[in-house]
C-alpha cells in the first residue's frame, strides 16, 4: 500500500510563505493526478489545488495566485509553494490522489502568526 508522507508545515508570520512537501512511497505520479488538501479540527477537508495529467493545474478561488503546485515524478514527489499565508489558513495541509484514493498521510501543520 502507498504511503503519503507530507512535511514542510511550520509556523509562519502572516504573509509569510513555506514549501509544503508530500513524498509517497512507490511511483504513483506518473500514473496519478495528485492533490492538495486541507483540514482544521472539526471541519471539513478542502480542496486546495491538483493537477491532470502532470500537466494543468488546477487552484482553488481561495488560493489562486498564492500557491504554486509542481510535482517531480523521478522523487514521487508533489509540492506546495505558500506564499502570502493568511491567518485563517492555519490548519493540516495533505496530499492524495484527486480521487482521494489512498490513506490519508499524518499531514503536515501549517500555523499562520500575526
Known amino acids: 500500500q502507498v504511503q503519503l508522507v507530507e512535511s514542510g508545515g511550520g509556523l509562519v508570520q502572516r504573509g509569510g510563505s513555506l514549501r509544503l512537501s508530500c513524498a509517497a512511497s512507490g511511483s504513483i505520479l506518473s500514473t496519478n493526478d495528485m492533490g492538495w488538501y486541507r483540514q482544521a479540527p472539526g471541519k471539513e477537508r478542502a480542496w486546495v489545488a491538483s493537477?491532470?495529467?502532470?500537466?494543468?493545474?488546477y487552484y482553488s478561488d481561495s488560493v489562486k495566485g498564492r500557491f504554486t503546485y509542481s510535482g517531480d515524478n523521478a522523487k514521487n514527489t508533489v509540492y506546495l509553494q505558500v506564499y502570502n499565508l493568511r491567518l485563517e489558513e492555519t490548519t493540516g495541509y495533505y496530499c492524495n490522489t484527486a480521487h482521494e484514493t489512498l490513506p490519508w498521510g499524518q499531514g503536515t501543520q501549517v500555523t499562520v502568526s500575526s
Open positions: 493537477d491532470v495529467h502532470g500537466v494543468h493545474i
